[in-house]
């Protein structure tokens, strides 16, 4: 939902980046890796009780991800790049919830279950409307140039990063905060759900 502005308001910080990378030889698949390894770290730091220092590597690990794209744009795009950067996306996303459970599974177990079971409906949901418009030969630019279909909603990559820095920033309500957010984005999964009917059906 504020994917969009978000992207207008970080564009020039993104590119002057882009440009700098590029001129020190890192790859759009190269700087993909890095943002997912760093990612990993922070949940790593979540799981192991230091969620506040996390937030500065889970912070960085977005830019680089919004990185990649524009690294591609200036070198060479490929349909690999598109693809490792979804599934590193989507573990990334399933990491952060894990690494609260694995702090103190007897409170967030469930929650963070309920979290991931949400993010992977969305996630199948996302995929799959992007199967049927690209087989419609349908195109999107909703979110900038994208490797696949790109369809927006409610619980997008911006409220994620939000919801995972309020976490870190109060651990104790993971519980809470996890079971608003997998709501949130099942409401999301729904929505495209009955989209897809609409224009598919």
């Known amino acids: 939902m504020i994917d969009g502005w978000g992207r207008r308001k970080l564009s020039p910080l993104i590119d002057g980046l882009a440009d700098r990378a590029v001129a020190v030889g890192i790859s759009a698949n190269g700087m993909t890796l890095i943002a997912f390894a760093i990612g990993i770290a922070g949940a790593v ?22 990185l990649d794209g524009a690294i591609a744009q200036r070198t060479r795009t490929s349909d690999f790049g598109g693809f490792l950067d979804i599934v590193l996306d989507f573990a990334f996303y399933g990491a952060v919830p894990l690494a609260f459970i694995l702090l103190d599974p007897a409170q967030n177990a469930v ?31 909703a979110r900038g140039e994208k490797s696949l279909f790109f369809t927006t909603g409610l619980a997008e990559a911006g409220e994620t990063l939000i919801v995972f820095v309020l976490m870190c920033l109060f651990p104790s309500w993971f519980p809470i905060l996890a079971a608003l957010f997998a709501g949130l984005t099942g409401y999301t999964a729904l929505s495209r759900i009955l989209l897809a009917r609409r224009m598919f059906g």
């Open 111 to 141: 929650a963070g279950g309920l979290l991931l079971l949400a993010f992977y409906v969305n996630g199948g949901s996302f995929l799959a409307y992007a199967v049927m418009a690209e087989k419609r030969g349908e195109h999107s630019e």
């Open 45 to 66: 730091l979540i799981a192991v009780g230091h969620a506040g220092i996390a937030i500065l590597l889970l912070l960085l690990s977005r830019l680089g991800d919004g």
